[in-house]
């Protein structure tokens, strides 16, 4: 399946407002990370993540932002229909302006557990590198699914934590990775 799947990078024009159509993001979470006191814990814990069409349209705002301000987003295809998206911003930020973000990093619900999270990470990985990041800088969904995912590619918790990155989910777990 996976060697299908095409990943490019994608231009402000194609980000149109059908870009997100047929993407299905539901996430059934039974299990998260949560960090106590600087040490990693498991618990349970239901929720469903799912994403309406007025949160796909905010979120192909958020893309086209990040594009027409130098950054890039990367989209998995299985044809013509997207499998797959993740974004690395421009902005540099840390003590020595060696972080990089990776706001999104989503593989559409059934196709998942195919090998795309990876291609999609490798390229984002390549981009950073580009816009002259030495490390991605992660808020990750705290799922047992996610973070296993971004373990198995070599992410760890971060050295240094972006304040307003974690204000706008302080439940997601910070983690880098070292280019």
Known sequence: ??????????????????????FNR?????????????IYKMKDDYFI??????????IIQELRKCV???????????????????????ERFGSDAQYVELPYLHVSKDIRGTG?????????????KRLGGK?????????IESQSFYRAVGCSPAEEVNERIF?????????????
Not at 49 to 58: A, C, G, I, T, V
Not at 70 to 79: I, M, N, T
Not at 135 to 143: D, G, T
Not at 167 to 179: A, N, S, T, W, Y
């Open 1 to 22: 399946m996976k060697n299908l799947v095409t990943c490019s990078v994608v231009s402000l024009i194609e980000l149109t407002e059908d870009f997100l159509n047929g």
């Open 26 to 38: 539901y996430q059934q979470t039974k299990q998260v990370w949560y960090v106590e006191d600087k």
């Open 49 to 58: 993540d799912d994403w309406s069409h007025e949160r796909k349209l905010q």
């Open 68 to 90: 027409s301000s130098g950054g890039v987003v990367v989209a998995a295809w299985l044809e013509k229909q997207l499998v797959g998206f993740a974004n690395v911003e421009s």
């Open 116 to 128: 795309i999270g990876r291609k999609l990470f490798a390229s984002c990985c390549h981009e950073a």
């Open 135 to 143: 490390k991605l800088y992660i808020a990750s969904h705290p799922s």
């Open 167 to 179: 204000k706008r989910e302080p439940l997601d777990i910070q983690l880098e990775k070292v280019l």
